[in-house]
């Protein structure tokens, strides 16, 4: 019988040395934030999007923004979003309904409410 010693996938072969860091082509990873850091606009760090915050942005728009607000807030490309909201509509008939409660429902970046909150104060400050 053959036998032959295992090694974990993740360790160099006993005949080559592990690679140093000087040799690799990726960059340093880095932790974000800094420690001891709480905002992300110190010097040498690009600022990362606030995956918190789901609103309509002002620029990338097709319709209303809604694909893209989502697909912002998800961190994809917002023609995946698209594709999945007319896969929707054509299977189900469900994209549609979804797009128009976005639209209401999600702020708007310039404005910071949206359209929902928007016509709910105007009602509430209508003098009766």
């Known amino acids: 019988m053959n036998e032959f010693t295992s090694q974990p996938a993740d360790e160099a072969p006993s005949s ?26 110190q010097a040498g760090y690009a600022s990362q999007p606030a995956l918190d915050q789901l609103y309509r942005p002002a620029q990338g728009r097709m319709i209303a923004g809604v694909a893209a607000g989502i697909a912002q807030y998800l961190g994809v490309d917002a023609t995946l979003v698209r594709i999945a909201l007319a896969v929707l509509t054509v299977i189900g008939g469900a994209g549609i309904p979804v797009y128009v ?28």
């Open 16 to 41: 080559q040395g592990p690679q140093s860091q000087a040799q690799s082509d990726e960059p340093p990873v880095q932790d974000w934030p800094p420690s001891g850091q709480s905002n992300g606009h």
């Open 101 to 128: 409660v976005g639209w209401l429902l999600i702020p708007d970046e310039e404005t910071g409410e949206s359209i929902a909150s928007d016509l709910i104060s105007s009602l509430q400050s209508r003098p009766s």
